[in-house]
């Protein structure tokens, strides 16, 4: 049995358009903010969890679900997805990546975990150099990927071979992060039930 052919707008979405589908978002980084000002501990422990929640979530899905199966499609329908979820992606895992950094580092020194003769001093090193290897990682890597994946599937006869290159090296990437987000998890569960 064929399922009926669905016809779906071609090309990517704008970005002004992406970036207000993804604005949700932004109540990780204003929940942040707010506990900057108020000095709320709780807000400042929400918009690290709900944002780290969220970063952790984005890369095992990319990396281990989403990532084969657009791998597998037809070139045309490759297309379609990719140019809808790269604009959204833009926007939302730089947003997710530097609040998460930026809250956990302001937690850790109101918990006081930076002091070398904490106990799990080592363990919060261990975090803070994973942390830094998937935001470099991020900005440095997923994000230019995706910028040059947006502007090839933008152009009136994209390179799909090249798309196809990009979304490799982009899928092994996350992939990568997704798998440093299992290990991240393992030591900020240790560090929460000591």
Do not use: C
Not at 40 to 49: E, G, N, P, Q, T
């Amino acid at each position: 049995m064929q399922l009926p052919r669905v016809d779906a707008k071609p090309g990517a979405i704008g970005l002004g358009r992406a970036f207000v589908s993804i604005s949700w978002v932004l109540l990780i980084p204003l929940g942040f903010a707010i506990s900057a000002i108020t000095g709320s501990f709780v807000l400042l422990d929400w918009a690290h969890v709900m944002g780290a929640i969220l970063w952790t979530a984005l890369d095992i899905f990319m990396g281990f679900v989403l990532g084969p199966i657009i791998q597998r499609l037809e070139p045309s329908a490759r297309k379609l997805v990719i140019g809808q979820l790269m604009p959204r992606m833009l926007f939302l895992m730089p947003i997710v990546a530097i609040t998460v950094g930026w809250s956990g580092w302001v937690l850790g020194h109101r918990l006081g975990n930076f002091l070398p003769t904490n106990s799990e001093f080592p363990w919060i090193v261990v975090a803070g150099g994973i942390t830094v290897v998937l935001t470099i990682q991020g900005l440095g890597g997923l994000l230019p990927i995706n910028v040059r994946v947006f502007r090839e599937i933008s152009k009136p006869t994209p390179d799909v071979a090249k798309i196809t290159r990009l979304m490799r090296l982009y899928r092994y990437l996350v992939a990568v992060q997704g798998v440093l987000q299992f290990i991240i998890i393992a030591i900020m569960t240790h560090l929460a039930v000591g």
